[in-house]
């Protein structure tokens, strides 16, 4: 079974650009997670979604946003870049919402200059 | 809430020595504890995890972690390292109910010298 998949790999944009990541879940799994990793501020979720619907949102501006299709791949927008906005973004998908373990993609590297 | 402290920011052993890496949870209701561990420029790859069934828990890679209610502990042990063992480890945990959510610790560097 293919794991998580994440595009693009990395990213470099300017202060002030908009930028959309995109997650595509393990088969069948129909949650997907995202998480941001910095150094400074370590692993933190950003936000769940479940059947295109969002579960859990964590403690992030509304700058940082994110959709999900019926297909259960995910996106993830984050508008009006901050320098402090470059990090790892990971995200994870789980079969059943509340139930299950999460599985990791490789992350997005995106650098804001 | 739930949280998770992990003690000792880097930890560095000798190949074939022990591996202890420290993990100490807080949790208002009996939580679910993972251990995950990332490579390089890599994702978060699952070792093992506790949901409540067997409280010694063993993972991939010759891992394993014992959950200690009493001591609000789920440190992770490896009998002998692996030059390939090397990499940053993750303590997390969430509620049963909520496994979508993870906490993360702050993670542990792990050198492995020959």
């Known amino acids: 079974k293919a794991g998580v998949t994440q595009t693009p790999r990395y990213l470099i944009k300017t202060r002030g650009q908009q930028v959309t990541l995109s997650c595509s879940p393990i088969?069948?799994?129909?949650?997907v997670s995202w998480y941001q990793q910095t150094p400074g501020q370590g692993l933190q979720f950003l936000f769940e979604y479940f059947s295109e619907t969002q579960r859990n949102k964590g403690n992030f501006p509304g700058r940082f946003s994110g959709r999900q299709f019926s297909n259960s791949r995910s996106e993830m927008n984050v508008s009006t870049l901050e320098l402090g906005d470059s990090a790892l973004y990971l995200c994870a998908s789980s079969g059943l919402a509340g139930y299950d373990t999460q599985y990791f993609g490789p992350g997005t590297r995106l650098t804001v200059l | 809430a739930q949280s998770v402290t992990q003690l000792g920011s880097h930890v560095s052993v000798s190949e074939g020595a022990l591996v202890l890496l420290r993990c100490n949870y807080s949790?208002?209701?009996?939580?679910?504890l993972f251990w995950y561990v990332q490579y390089p420029n890599q994702g978060l790859q699952l070792l093992l995890k506790?949901?409540?069934?067997?409280?010694l828990v063993k993972g991939i890679n010759g891992f394993e972690a014992e959950f200690k209610k009493s001591e609000t502990s789920f440190h992770l042990t490896k009998p002998s390292a692996h030059m390939s063992d090397a990499a940053e480890y993750f303590c997390a945990v969430t509620r049963p109910d909520n496994t979508d959510k993870l906490i993360f610790g702050t993670g542990t560097r792990l050198q492995v010298f020959p």
């Open positions: 506790y949901t409540s069934a067997a409280t």
């Open positions: 949790s208002s209701v009996p939580p679910y």
């Open positions: 088969s069948g799994h129909r949650s």
